[in-house]
Structure formats: C-alpha cells, structure tokens
C-alpha cells in the first residue's frame, strides 16, 4: 500500500475497505469469512475521555484495565485509525475476518474471546462510536499487510495507532 498524506474512511474506501459499521452491527453487516486485515476508526475529532476500568473480558485472569496515563500516552492527535489487526484463515482455514471481529466484539462486551491485541480501545468513553472496517486479503499474508499498514500510519504520525501495542507480524 502506498502512503498517502492521510489515512480516512475515504482513502480506505479507495483502497477497497468495506464495513464502516459499528460493532454491534458486525453481524448484520455481511463481513467476510476470508482472511483479512481490518481497522477501528474513531470519527470524533474531540479530544477522548477514558474509562477508569476496561470493561472488555479478562483473558487469562488478567484485567485489561490501564491507567489514563497509559492511554494518554498512546493517543495518536489527529488519526482516524486507532488500532489495526488481522485475521488469517487459521491452522484448519476456517477463521478470517468473520471469527476474528466477533472475538474482538465479545471480549469488548466482556466475554472470554481471546482478543487481547486492541482492548484500549474498549476504555475509550465512547467506544460503542467506533466503527469497524475490514479488507479480505487473499494473495498474500495478511499479517503482512497489516505489519505495512502500521508502517504506513507510523510513518504518517510518528507513532503506531493508539490499541495497537506492537508494529505487527507476518502470520505463521
């Protein structure tokens, strides 16, 4: 992917992302079975509010829950993106965009998903804002794309998205 002066709806748009739903309406939205890469926007300009607990699920006892300090830090002023992720198809090839967004969804709700990359953002106040975008990769590794698509945004804001913790990695 070629950088562009700004990530927005409208250049992933271009770029063939589809979605922009919320995601209470993911299973509404017909979002992919195939393996993929995706992205959560936030659309307010106004400086966020954080939660003082994450309510997303605790994953193997631990709580998800980080100071406002450590979200302050990792907020990235001015991007749209605030955390990007992929979905492969999986040892047995049946996961992909479909699997990985309900997983993210239910340890947002509180539930036991195994979706631990991204849960800053269920801190934010205004979490249930955001919308979900996805792109199915079929060509290539999808954890390559998104390692490039970190690459891109840190080269545009001098930082990784705010959820995203690390720069990405190819799948195995």
């Known amino acids: 992917m070629s950088p562009t002066s700004e990530l ?9 992302f589809r979605g922009f739903v919320s995601f209470r309406e993911l299973g509404d939205s017909g979002v992919p079975a195939e393996p993929g890469i995706y992205v959560v926007l936030r659309t307010s300009a106004e400086t966020p509010s954080f939660l ?15 100071t406002a300090d450590e979200l302050g830090s990792a907020w990235v002023d001015g991007a749209t993106i605030i955390y990007i992720g992929k979905a492969s198809a999986g040892k047995d090839g049946r996961r992909g965009l479909r699997t990985r967004l309900d997983e993210y969804r239910r340890h947002g709700a509180g539930g036991m998903a195994g979706h631990w990359g991204g849960r800053y953002i269920w801190q934010l106040a205004d979490s249930d804002a955001l919308l979900v975008a996805w792109l199915p990769i079929s060509d290539r590794d999808p954890g390559e794309a998104e390692a490039e698509l970190i690459a891109e945004f ?19």
Do not use: C, I, W, Y
Request: glycine residues 12%.
């Open 154 to 172: 840190m080269e545009l804001h001098g930082a990784r998205p705010f959820a995203n913790r690390n720069k990405g990695a190819a799948s195995s």
């Open 8 to 16: 927005t709806q409208k250049t992933l748009t271009e770029r063939g």
């Open 52 to 66: 003082s607990r994450n309510p997303a699920g605790h994953l193997k006892g631990r709580d998800p829950s980080v």
